[in-house]
């Protein structure tokens, strides 16, 4: 009888323990399938937020926002103040403002085509992953790298005035290559790296567009004063922001 109770007992206990072990092995699954889930919902919202990116439909909301939030303030002001009376008026205040934008439009013109043939000929792409994978065969990667391409940056600002042309050249290439490094670099910080070093060299560049009006004023105080001048006055300034914006 004793035997058969233990027998009993042992059996009871298997089947138990059987059981737990497949509850926790479907508790386990059911986790897994949830992750999964969790993951898919993860990659299909971030692939949404890449169409969206690609297909510009925040960005076109934004222009026409911002061209509403411009345009309507400004032709009320122009109508209360007796500015623009008519329609005439109003193209000739437009016209005289797009006159000053020539320049920038005409560099994005070219600007774009420059985009257009590297998304269409991957040049990019194929830049991109040749020199991730140079820099990761030689190790050049982490401080030493940034730094890098902010003198890089501030090296072609001295010849290339316009920072948004420049951005044009250097973002496709760039920001695939910095993120495929390991460790991988937010686009966010190669942004800022080009901002550093774009905006250090504006003082000592002639290629700013500003740099004949620095010129004009400081000749208001001494009329000795040139583009040499100027720019061997700011290299000090050029040289501590570097430092200490880098």
């Not at 699954?29 to 439909?57: C, Q, W």
């Not at 209360?80 to 439009?105: C, E, F, P, R, W």
């Not at 070219?110 to 990019?124: D, E, I, W």
């Amino acid at each position: 009888m004793e035997a058969a109770e233990r027998a009993a007992a042992e059996k009871a206990a298997a089947e138990k323990a059987a059981a737990e072990r497949i509850m926790l092995e479907k508790a386990m699954k059911e986790n897994e399938e949830r992750a999964e889930r969790a993951e898919a919902r993860k990659k299909r919202a971030a692939l949404r937020r890449l169409e969206v990116m690609e297909t510009g439909e925040v960005t076109d909301k934004m222009s026409e926002g911002i061209l509403l939030m411009f345009f309507v303030p400004g032709l009320l002001y122009g109508a209360i103040v007796g500015s623009i009376k008519n329609d005439k008026q109003l193209v000739k205040h437009i016209t005289q403002t797009t006159a000053g934008m020539a320049g920038y439009i005409v560099l994005v013109f070219f600007a774009a085509q420059f985009v257009y043939f590297f998304n269409y000929s991957n040049l990019g792409i194929i830049f991109a992953i040749k020199g991730a994978y140079g820099l990761q065969s030689i190790g050049f990667t982490g401080l030493g790298l940034i730094v890098s391409f902010v003198l890089l940056s501030g090296f072609t600002n001295l010849f290339m005035g316009s920072a948004s042309a420049k951005w044009a050249i250097m973002a496709p290439v760039f920001i695939p290559m910095f993120m495929l490094i390991d460790p991988a670099y937010h686009p966010a910080l190669t942004q800022a790296a080009f901002r550093v070093g774009d905006s250090v060299t504006n003082l000592i560049t002639p290629m700013m567009s500003y740099f004949a009006l620095i010129v004009t004023f400081a000749q208001r105080y001494d009329e000795k004063y040139g583009i040499g001048t100027i720019i061997s006055t700011m290299i000090p300034y050029s040289l501590l922001l570097l430092i200490g914006w880098s």
